[in-house]
């Protein structure tokens, strides 16, 4: 699976949007990224995942360029719940074993 | 309330003593996956299992050994634990339509000493 790269640290002020951005310059054309994020004290939450195109649910948007080289999460109302480790994941999911490869993420805090 | 629960929410071992965790779903689910997550690291893959059979293993020693039942139970056996196996483990649930993403547990918080 591709490497990811994310700054280990955001702040935002609640109420507005908060974008995380992930390099992950390696990634192949059967790979998809994936955003998970982890609260204090709480197991790894999905958030969304994409493979080319934009995607949006109702907790965030995921932006990809077109290059698919790097992509953007974003949170368009941050809350101070939404302070969390946020990890952006490449992963192949062809196979049979889908494992997820987690570097350090991105500590985002929501500030009031 | 993720719908999977892990037990105990919190552990203390004696290094070279056995432990096993425990994690169950009340939703069907065919794949479950551990995690150790070392304090202020990302979780690293343990292994997975698919229909009670290991599919897939990460860099852990054979001392760290798993199973699935058919009651969509999973447990993970840790032997000979040494101090560096202090860790968060996560347990970790997805149906085969990987589109729905792995849903994890809050995890049990395991202390060697």
């Known amino acids: 699976d591709a490497k990811t790269t994310q700054p280990p640290s955001m702040d935002c002020a609640e109420g507005r949007a908060a974008n995380l951005p992930c390099n992950h310059s390696t990634i192949s054309g059967n790979e998809y990224v994936y955003w998970y994020r982890q609260i204090h004290s709480q197991g790894p939450q999905y958030i969304i995942h994409?493979?080319?195109n934009n995607e949006t649910n109702e907790m965030a948007s995921l932006i990809i360029t077109e290059d698919r080289k790097s992509s953007t999460l974003i949170l368009p109302h941050a809350t101070l719940r939404d302070t969390a480790v946020y990890y952006c994941?490449?992963?192949?999911?062809?196979?049979?074993?889908?494992?997820?490869?987690f570097g350090k993420g991105t500590l985002l805090t929501v500030n009031p | 309330e993720t719908g999977v629960t892990q037990s105990p929410t919190h552990l203390i071992k004696t290094r070279g003593q056995q432990v096993t965790l425990r994690c169950s779903s009340q939703?069907?689910?065919?794949?479950v996956s551990w995690y150790q997550q070392a304090l202020g690291q990302g979780p690293q893959f343990i292994f997975q299992?698919?229909?009670?059979?290991e599919n897939g293993r990460g860099n852990f020693p054979p001392r760290f050994s798993g199973l699935q039942f058919p009651n969509y139970s999973s447990e993970l056996n840790v032997n000979a634990l040494e101090l560096d196996d202090s860790a968060l483990y996560l347990c970790a649930i997805s149906l085969r339509d990987w589109g729905l993403g792995y849903t994890f547990g809050s995890g049990t918080r395991l202390t060697v000493v």
């Open positions: 939703s069907g689910h065919n794949t």
């Open positions: 299992y698919y229909r009670e059979e």
């Open positions: 994941i490449v992963l192949n999911s062809g196979g049979s074993n889908y494992k997820l490869t």
């Open positions: 994409g493979l080319k």
